[in-house]
T-cell receptor, first 112, second 109 residues
Framework: DAGVTQSPTHLIKTRGQHVTLRCSPI?????VSWYQQVLGQGPQFIFQ???????GRGNFPDRFSARQFPNYSSELNVNALLLGDSALYLC???????????FGPGTRLLVL | KNEVEQSPQNLTAQEGEFITINCSYS?????LHWLQQHPGGGIVSLFM?????KKHGRLIATINIQEKHSSLHITASHPRDSAVYIC???????????WGAGTKLIIKP
């Protein structure tokens, strides 16, 4: 069975642009969480979605948004990119909130 | 003060040594996770604990809910165990996983 997949693997954008990151959970998993990991730091929680509804939101500005589709895949959108948004963006899926999370390989975003 | 504190921050040991990484937390939790992150970013979930002790191969994780403390032990450490080990706690109240800063472990042959 395929694990959690994320696309793209790497991305370079310039300040002010918009980016969409995608995540496909493990088959059967209905919960998807997004994390941001800045170089040298631990991951920071951005969003959690379960059954297509937002169930948790971390301390991130409104420039960050996400959604979950009927097939439980998810998109993370970031508008008006800042240099500080450069990070590894991790997606994790689980059967439901609170269950063991399985992580994708991440998307490395570089904002110039 | 961070809600999840790990110690040590960095640990270098010789192959074969017994390794202990500690995690203390200050919030109410429903579960605690231990995760491993290799260079390049890949994160693997090692354990999820809500009480007691779990063992998987050479890895052992314990949690003391009353003391708000957990430990990850590695027996007979090997250079392939070199990675960052992260403790994260799951707050049921807001569906948020709060991460520690991680412990960078290097095992020398």
């Amino acid at each position: 069975d395929a694990g959690v997949t994320q696309s793209p693997t790497h991305l370079i954008k310039t300040r002010g642009q918009h980016v969409t990151l995608r995540c496909s959970p493990i088959s059967g998993h209905k919960s998807v969480s997004w994390y941001q990991q800045v170089l040298g730091q631990g991951p920071q929680f951005i969003f959690q979605y379960y059954e297509k509804e937002e169930r948790g939101r971390g301390n991130f500005p409104d420039r960050f948004s996400a959604r979950q589709f009927p097939n439980y895949s998810s998109e993370l959108n970031v508008n008006a990119l800042l240099l500080g948004d450069s990070a590894l963006y991790l997606c994790a899926s689980s059967w439901s909130p609170g269950e063991t999370q399985y992580f994708g390989p991440g998307t490395r975003l570089l904002v110039l | 003060k961070n809600e999840v504190e790990q110690s040590p921050q960095n640990l270098t040991a010789q192959e074969g040594e017994f390794i202990t990484i500690n995690c203390s937390y200050s919030v109410g939790i429903s579960a605690l996770h231990w995760l491993q992150q290799h260079p390049g970013g890949g994160i693997v979930s090692l354990f999820m604990l809500s009480s007691g002790k779990k063992k998987h191969g050479r890895l052992i994780a314990t949690i003391n809910i009353q003391e708000k403390h957990s430990s990850l032990h590695i027996t007979a450490s090997h250079p392939r165990d070199s990675a960052v080990y992260i403790c994260a706690v799951y707050q049921n109240s807001n569906y948020q996983l709060i991460w520690g800063a991680g412990t960078k472990l290097i095992i020398k042959p």
